[in-house]
């Protein structure tokens, strides 16, 4: 018995002139800092959105996350508690409080199929890139993580190869292994590529431009949000850059069974 991709179930092409705001909420887990301070820098043509980070874009919840980080990043989900409370997705440490509540929003939240990414990047070496998908967090262990593509800029030989992480991530739930690790692919991280996973049953398998790269046993059996990233390191160094992930589609389909000869 092997899988099969069947309906097409969830495409995003970005041909609107806005984001589809009933899908995606364009705001990095604003519940620990505030959907101003969040909001990601980005704008959509060519039928592409291109995701951001200006030089004078501020620190994400700035003099307390450690190390410092900028970022500009979409997801399909998110809630919180009231202010105060520690109820809220990946908080980044012990003792983290909601500075501002969020309201429930669920876009696409997939419980198994094929998820596929069209992307391209222009990094420098303090910035990186992501698509990673999580729990819903409506109960507290159902947390895990897969991470679909992760590409740091210091990973790269530009115009030959980069180091791309795929796998899965326990972040608080014990049922999820961390299973997670970088391959190194004779890619260009500027030209459009296409990542994917095929999620069903507990079972992860990772594919670059169609070819399978590994798979992984005990992924999360609930839904996941989908989360889409670029980030920016100050400290890391280096002179100046704007980083960019330039996303030309996000698509899902159900997967089916089939016998294979």
């Known amino acids: 018995m092997s899988q ?26 604003p519940q620990w800092s505030s959907r101003a ?51 809220g997705q990946q908080p980044y440490r012990e003792g983290l409080v909601v ?19 069209r992307a391209r990047a222009e990094l420098s070496p303090r910035s990186m890139v992501s ?18 593509m992760e590409v740091f800029g210091d990973a790269l030989v530009p115009g ?26 004779p890619i260009d991280l500027r030209e459009f590529h296409t990542y994917a996973v095929e999620w069903t049953g507990g079972e992860a398998t990772f594919f670059v431009d169609g070819a399978a790269i590994r798979s992984c046993q005990g992924a999360p059996t609930y839904p996941l ?12 160094g280096g002179g100046a850059h704007v980083p960019t992930f330039t996303v030309d589609s996000v698509r899902g389909w159900n997967v089916a069974e089939a016998l294979v000869a």
């Open 4 to 29: 099969v991709r069947g309906d097409l179930v969830f495409e995003d092409d970005f041909d609107a002139s806005s984001l589809d705001r009933s899908v995606w909420s364009p705001y990095y887990l």
């Open 37 to 87: 301070t969040s909001a990601a820098t980005y704008q959509l043509g060519d039928s592409c959105l291109t995701l951001s980070i200006p030089a004078d874009q501020g620190l994400w919840c700035e003099g307390d996350h450690k190390p410092n980080l900028r970022v500009s990043g979409i997801q399909s989900g998110n809630y919180s508690g009231p202010v105060d409370s520690a109820v």
């Open 99 to 117: 500075r501002e509540e969020q309201e429930p929003f669920w876009g696409w939240t997939p419980n198994g199929g094929y998820v596929e990414l």
């Open 131 to 148: 698509l990673w998908m999580v729990g819903l967090e409506e109960q507290p262990e159902q947390s895990g993580e897969i991470c679909v």
């Open 160 to 185: 030959r190869s980069t180091d791309v992480g795929m796998g899965l991530k326990t972040i608080r739930d014990p049922a999820v292994p961390q299973d997670f690790e970088a391959v190194r692919l």
């Open 225 to 236: 949000q989908l989360m889409l990233a670029v980030f920016d390191f100050p400290e890391g």
